[in-house]
């Protein structure tokens, strides 16, 4: 019987098209001094990732492509002047979140007892998930933030004890501000710093592995598998893989061609999962699955993609010779037309290799291999010649 064969098993790794970072968000502007009761007038920057042009207000409405064009330090100046001034960060026609800061001017608190600002690092921009972010302020000082874009003080924000932790969802936009507070001294100006949480892609590639169930025989080239009562199963894995890698997979039969998994397809957890497969019936089919991971805080990883064939059919062998009588040494080849078959020739009480003057005898019982040859001795060969597929 010849076991299955047919075309190589093809596994793709490719760049996933869905889901590899924010590609609609910017991250928002910083504002430096960040706000508050200053008792001298002030000079204010206005800082954003690179590229980025910045959009700001001093009248407290919320700004937009239309409104002043950032192009230097913004002065705030004058006893008794009370400002807010608003910025947002646009590129490539996408615009950042807003953020605001405002600003007392009272000549009468002087200038040389108010704290200087606490200082972020890193100072904003893109950031990872859990991004640590550490705040350095005048000695005997403390140091209050918050995460909100509210204004920080003693009495609204968190005391600072060692490094914040920026988290949240792919593309999501936060705004830390900070104080430094000591009694005797006046309250620093408010610092911010803006920064856009953006996920990398995942390392992880999935492997794709077909399993051969109850009864089944997978051909040598790991592809063609032939089954009767239990339909096949595959499982998913990687060396990378965690238990909190989550696989993200597609099936398709007979090349439906399904377009790339996304994580709104059907899901496993690893670090190896196996999912039994549905043929449509045990005829001849091929099935296509599609895989990718994602772990916490990345985005989808390559795509892996393999194609197998089930119950396929396989083509007859043909022997290099016909049956008959032969007056010279015959090499019989047999061969067969399906890439990767397995060709198994038996050899019957009624098949012999015979030369002249002996008796007929069997040269074997059986012989096996992508390609048999049978080689007769003697001036006279015998054989008779048949082949089935299966």
């Known amino acids: 019987m010849a076991a299955l064969g047919l075309e190589a098993l093809i596994v793709a790794a490719c760049t996933n098209p869905f889901l590899t970072g924010p590609k609609n968000s910017v991250a928002p502007p910083s504002i430096s001094p960040g706000g508050g009761v200053f008792g001298t007038d002030q000079s204010v920057s206005l800082s954003a990732v690179s590229g980025a042009a910045i959009y700001y207000t001093t009248d407290g409405s919320n700004p937009g492509s239309g409104s002043t064009l950032y192009a230097g330090p913004i002065p705030v100046a004058g006893n008794g002047t009370v400002e807010t001034i608003k910025a947002i960060a646009v590129k490539g026609g996408i615009s950042s979140a807003i953020v605001s800061a405002g600003f007392t001017i009272n000549y009468s608190i002087g200038g040389?007892?108010?704290?200087?600002?606490?200082?972020?690092?890193?100072?904003?921009?893109?950031?990872?998930?859990?991004?640590?972010?550490?705040?350095?302020?005048?000695?005997?000082?403390?140091?209050?933030?918050?995460?909100?874009?509210?204004?920080?003080?003693?009495?609204?924000?968190?005391?600072?004890?060692?490094?914040?932790?920026?988290?949240?969802?792919?593309?999501?936009?936060?705004?830390?501000r900070a104080v430094a507070v000591q009694s005797g001294y006046i309250s620093s100006p408010a610092v911010s710093a803006g920064f856009l949480i953006t996920y990398s892609a995942d390392s992880v590639v999935p492997t794709i592995a077909l399993n051969v169930p109850a009864g089944g025989v997978l051909n040598p080239d790991g592809v063609h598998l032939s089954w009767s009562s239990t339909a096949p199963s595959f499982t998913l894995s990687s060396s990378s893989a965690t238990g909190s890698t989550t696989y993200y997979y597609l099936v398709s039969y007979d090349n439906q061609s399904p377009a790339a998994p996304t994580t709104g397809s059907s899901q496993v957890l690893g670090p190896s999962a196996t999912i039994a497969l549905s043929p449509p019936d045990s005829g001849f089919h091929t099935v296509t699955i599609e895989a990718m991971a994602v772990d916490p805080s990345t985005t989808p990883g390559p795509v892996s993609k393999v194609t197998y064939s089930l119950n396929a059919p396989v083509a007859t062998p043909v022997a290099s010779e016909g049956s008959g009588r032969y007056a010279a040494n015959q090499s019989v080849l047999f061969s067969d037309a399906t890439s990767g078959a397995t060709i198994t020739v038996s050899l019957s009480t009624t098949t012999y290799l015979t030369a002249v003057g002996s008796s007929p005898s069997a040269v074997a019982s059986s012989l096996s291999g992508s390609s048999v040859t049978l080689t007769a001795s003697g001036p006279l060969a015998v054989y008779a010649a048949s082949a089935v597929a299966s």
């Open 112 to 176: 040389t007892s108010t704290l200087a600002s606490p200082t972020f690092s890193p100072a904003g921009g893109n950031a990872p998930n859990n991004q640590p972010v550490t705040l350095s302020y005048p000695a005997g000082a403390s140091a209050y933030y918050t995460t909100n874009g509210s204004l920080p003080s003693a009495s609204n924000g968190t005391l600072y004890s060692g490094p914040i932790t920026v988290s949240g969802a792919n593309g999501a936009s936060i705004t830390l």
